[in-house]
């Protein structure tokens, strides 16, 4: 099973991608199980969602080139793009706390997957970018307008634009990392969880529900709409075929 979802003493429920040896890469079964731990949210008793990758190397390292590269044309790239947009836009406007502990390296889909939780916790150490200007392609699963949305825009274009990795701690001195942990990664989550795993859920919901109004009367769907198309054109070009190419050479 490339993922797990376990729900935690505490009353979170925990999704772990459990792709180790790609790095945590997300394929269409790991889409999958994001959006059935997203489903089972509803439980009346969960208090927050936390993601997580398996082992401590990699949070996760984006998109599975080994499987996408076989998207050639932006009809191609489409579905999928517009599908793990779709998720990461559930997972931003679930009406609970979510956060992304960061365990290891997050290359790409794997910040964009983590800029769509409300916290993200990563262990001292590691690195994290969104380095998808260096495969010749935008952000195309609504990362880059959620940055957009939570960060300044000199902040946001700085990371965007550069497309270079960074270390958790020039990432918590942005804003982009809200805490590092050094030991066990779910005692230090359920540390920064603590206050809130003790807060009747309704405030919880209630309190989440004043952003999710803003995204919604701000646009932020249409938005990633938007973004998932630039991309899903960049995807076809000579320039990205290239790249996929190289890496796949590489393997």
Not at 43 to 69: E, N, P, Q
Not at 98 to 106: D, F, K, Q, S, V
Not at 199 to 218: A, N
Request: proline share 2%; charged share 25%; aromatic share 8%.
């Amino acid at each position: 099973m490339s993922y797990t979802i376990e729900k935690q003493e505490k009353g979170y429920l925990l999704f772990t991608i459990n792709r180790s040896e790609k790095r945590n890469a997300i394929n269409y079964d790991v889409m999958q199980g994001l959006a059935e731990a997203i489903k089972r949210t509803e439980d009346a008793d969960i208090l927050a969602l936390v993601i997580t990758g398996t082992g401590d190397h990699a949070f996760c390292s984006g998109g599975d080139l080994s499987v996408f590269h076989l998207l050639h044309t932006k009809e191609d790239a489409y579905p999928m793009l517009a599908k793990m947009s779709t998720i990461l836009y559930s997972l931003l406007t679930l009406p609970i706390p979510t956060i992304a502990l960061i365990n290891g390296i997050a290359i790409g889909g794997g910040c964009e997957l983590a800029v769509a939780c409300d916290y993200r916790l990563a262990r001292k150490g590691i690195k994290a970018g969104f380095v998808q200007g260096k495969q010749m392609i935008t952000t195309g699963w609504g990362g880059g307008t959620i940055l957009a949305e939570k960060f300044p825009a000199s902040t946001t274009m700085k990371l965007l634009m550069e497309a270079e990795m960074q270390t958790s701690e020039e990432l918590k001195d942005v804003g982009f990392i809200n805490a590092i942990y050094e030991n066990n990664s779910l005692l230090a989550c359920e540390a920064y969880l603590e206050l809130m795993l003790s807060t009747d859920l309704r405030v919880l919901q209630s309190y989440k529900r004043m952003w999710i109004r803003k995204w919604e009367e701000t646009k932020l769907r249409e938005r990633i709409e938007e973004e998932v198309r630039n991309c899903s054109l960049l995807w076809e070009s000579d320039a990205h075929h290239n790249y996929v190419k190289r890496f796949m050479s590489r393997k």
